[in-house]
Nanobody, 123 residues
Framework: QVQLVESGGGLVQAGGSLRLSCAAS????????MGWFRQAPGKEREFVAAITPTGGITYYAESVKGRFTISRDNNKNTVYLQMSSLKPEDTAVYCC????????????????WGQGTQVTVSS
C-alpha cells in the first residue's frame, strides 16, 4: 500500500553536500519512525539514520555522525537526509523505510524497498 520514492542523489566531489528526500504515498507515516539505509556495490545494506515520529530523537550510524542529519516534514509525508563532508566511502544506493519502532527499524528487515537514489562521491 505504501510507496516510497527516494530522490536527490547524484555525483558530488569529496567534501561536498547533498540532500536526499524520501516521499511516501498511500498512507500517512506521521505515527511511524522513518530511516535511511544504504547499500554499496558488493556490500550488505546498512543502517544510516533514523528519526522518531515527531523528530524528537534521532539515531545515526557511527560512520556518519557529525556529517549527516536526518529530518522529516510530516505535512509532506517526507523524510530527508542532509549529507555534508561526503567521503568516497559514502558512495551507495540510499533507500528509506518506516516502522512503528525506531529501534526495530534500525535492523532494516523489510520485504519492500523503494527504488533508491544513487549517491556517488568522487575523490
Amino acid at each position: 500500500q505504501v510507496q516510497l520514492v527516494e530522490s536527490g542523489g547524484g555525483l558530488v566531489q569529496a567534501g561536498g553536500s547533498l540532500r536526499l528526500s524520501c516521499a511516501a504515498s498511500g498512507r500517512t507515516l506521521s505515527k511511524y519512525a522513518m530511516g535511511w539505509f544504504r547499500q554499496a556495490p558488493g556490500k550488505e545494506r546498512e543502517f544510516v539514520a533514523a528519526i522518531t515520529p515527531t523528530g524528537g530523537i534521532t539515531y545515526y550510524a557511527e560512520s556518519v555522525k557529525g556529517r549527516f542529519t536526518i529530518s522529516r516534514d510530516n505535512n509532506k509525508n517526507t523524510v530527508y537526509l542532509q549529507m555534508s563532508s561526503l567521503k568516497p566511502e559514502d558512495t551507495a544506493v540510499y533507500c528509506c523505510n518506516y516502522d512503528l519502532s525506531s529501534w526495530r527499524l534500525r535492523a532494516g528487515n523489510y520485504d519492500y524497498w523503494g527504488q533508491g537514489t544513487q549517491v556517488t562521491v568522487s575523490s
